[in-house]
């Protein structure tokens, strides 16, 4: 019996969260996000122009090539996967999944102040070589960052899924448009209208900010919890009294590090949900996530329910990845991912 409940059991939750999501998600048409923040095509759109198949004529090794190469940083520098990870998501989050993030010029994504800590560039460039010689202007480097976020996943513990591919890498990349991602100090409002902008629902932004199970965060993004929070010259209220304390101490200077899971930092678990319950969510974002009433029972589901949370995350990233895809003869394949072709 033991899979068919299991896999029944999680489709019920699954059937119930998306009666929660229906239900309280409707943010009012009055506070959609800037004409700026709107996606001209809903996700979904693009996404059906990805296949599977895509290089298993062209390129048929590109997976594995991914897979060596990740798990060679990884073993230099476990610290990668998740930085890996977390490029895959600010390249989505700006003009979709176009490598927009990787274009290295004056004022490009990858210059702007909210670029400052992404790290990981190198493992890309690195794979990109390796594929230019093996399959020469075959892979985007879109692509290339979807198949490494999903190699992360799984070198840090997570679920593995089938990454669609075909996206083509953009040609703009503008620093200003990454203001537009969010820091970790803003609203929920804001996160929901953010991430549906992008064609993404309520259950992909609580699964999504799952990632923070893993890997760390600079302490200049939480300082302003810890002392005068908003103005008011007292520490945000919604952190542990002892979870506090280690963070005052952790946290004297603002690049410093200190880990965003504070209970299983290396573990890709459900474990950073069971944290947020406990008042120790790093992020003003992610704490919040508990207290709000559009994802609060979305926490709670996530946290009791640790596969609900790994064979969620597989869905929300394939989401993610879909995110305003350029396909067919949008965009261009480049050779190096830092400049968009001269040809
Ligand atoms: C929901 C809104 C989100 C906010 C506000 C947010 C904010 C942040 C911040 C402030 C950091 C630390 C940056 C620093 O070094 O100071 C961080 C790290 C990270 N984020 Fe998010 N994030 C969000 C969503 C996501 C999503 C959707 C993903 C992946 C799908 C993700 C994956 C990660 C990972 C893996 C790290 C650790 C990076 C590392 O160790 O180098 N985040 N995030
Ligand atoms: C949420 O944040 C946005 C932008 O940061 C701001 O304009 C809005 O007023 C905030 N909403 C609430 C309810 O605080």
Redesign the pocket.
């Known amino acids: 019996m033991g899979a068919l409940s299991l896999s029944l059991h999680l489709s019920l939750c699954l059937l119930l969260l998306h009666f929660v999501i229906s239900a309280e998600m409707a943010v009012p048409e009055s506070r959609q996000p800037a004409a700026a923040l709107s996606s001209p095509l809903p996700a979904e759109t693009a996404g059906d122009e990805l296949s599977f198949g895509h290089y298993a004529n062209t390129c048929p090794n590109m997976e594995s090539i991914v897979h060596n190469k990740v798990n060679k940083w990884s073993a230099l520098d476990p610290?990668l996967a998740?930085?890996i990870?977390?490029l895959?998501?600010h390249d989505c989050a700006v003009r979709g999944c176009d490598a927009s993030i990787l274009l290295n010029h004056a004022a490009s994504e990858r210059t702007a102040v909210e670029s400052k800590?992404l790290?990981?560039f190198e493992v890309i460039d690195d794979i990109k070589a390796e594929l230019e010689k093996k399959c020469p202007k075959t892979v985007s480097c879109a692509d290339i960052l979807a198949s490494a976020?999903r190699e992360a996943t799984v070198k840090a513990g997570g679920p593995f899924w089938e990454v669609p591919y075909g996206r083509k890498d953009g040609r703009v990349s503008l620093a200003q448009e990454a203001s537009q991602v969010?820091?970790?100090h803003?609203n929920v409002t804001y996160?929901i209208e953010?991430?549906q902008a992008k064609g993404l629902n309520l259950l992909d932004?609580v699964v999504?900010?799952g990632?923070?199970t893993?890997?760390?965060?600079?302490c200049?993004?939480v300082q302003g919890r810890l002392y005068n929070f908003k103005g008011t010259g007292k520490p945000d209220p919604s952190i542990n009294a002892n979870y506090l304390n280690y963070l005052k101490r952790k946290c004297r200077w603002a690049s410093e590090?200190v880990e965003?899971d504070a209970t299983t930092p290396t573990k890709f678990d459900s474990v950073y949900y069971t944290n947020l319950q406990r008042k120790m969510g790093l992020?003003l974002?992610d704490q919040l996530l508990n207290s709000d009433s559009r994802t609060s029972l979305i926490v709670s589901a996530l946290a009791t329910q640790p596969m609900l949370f790994y064979q969620q995350f597989s869905v929300s990233?394939t989401n993610?990845g879909n995110v305003q895809v350029l396909t067919g003869d949008e965009g261009e394949i480049r050779t190096n991912c830092n400049f968009i072709n001269r040809y």
Request: proline residues 6%.
């Open positions: 610290s998740p930085s990870i977390r895959h998501f800590t790290r990981g976020a969010p820091m970790g803003e996160l953010f991430f932004l999504l900010s990632s923070h893993i890997g760390r965060s600079t200049g993004s590090y965003l992020l974002t990233m993610l």
